[in-house]
């Protein structure tokens, strides 16, 4: 069973920036998500039966302090064949944030997940087919757009059947 530790970022489909952001790409056939954000910590393809995951999160998270990141940067990359994403980053990414990641994606290997890809903190807004559009032609588009700037603080967790129900949630101590 496929299954990802998220973590919520709470920004809205209606925000203005995003507004700005969709109207940049009128005439695109973009696919935006809606009111489902998140920055995905670790994906697993596969997990050993009998691993009881919620112990290992917990073991991490329990204690975890919620991460302040500043969102300011947008940017596209591709995937998979065929598909590019649209998203929101930050051009510092928290060392607090980044070794809790860290050590979670380390435990899971070491019972025996085998986990999708590295690491990259990045928030989907939009999915684009690459037979549309070009990536360097979507990122001429950005160029068009001020990105926004925003401090967060990400306080709620998921743990999360791919396309499926929530197996754990947690709350992050806030700062």
Known sequence: ?????EIKVPIKYDDPWFEELRSHFAGIPVRWQKDFYHITMVFINDAPKGIDMRSLLERHLATAQAPVITFDQLDAFSTRPGMHI????ASEVPKTFHTLTEAIRTDMKAVGCVIHSDFMLHVTLGRVKSFDVKLSDLKKVMETVSPPSFTLTLTDGDYREFRGRTLYETSLKRP
């Open 1 to 5: 069973m496929k299954t990802y530790l």
């Open 86 to 89: 649209i998203h929101l980053s």
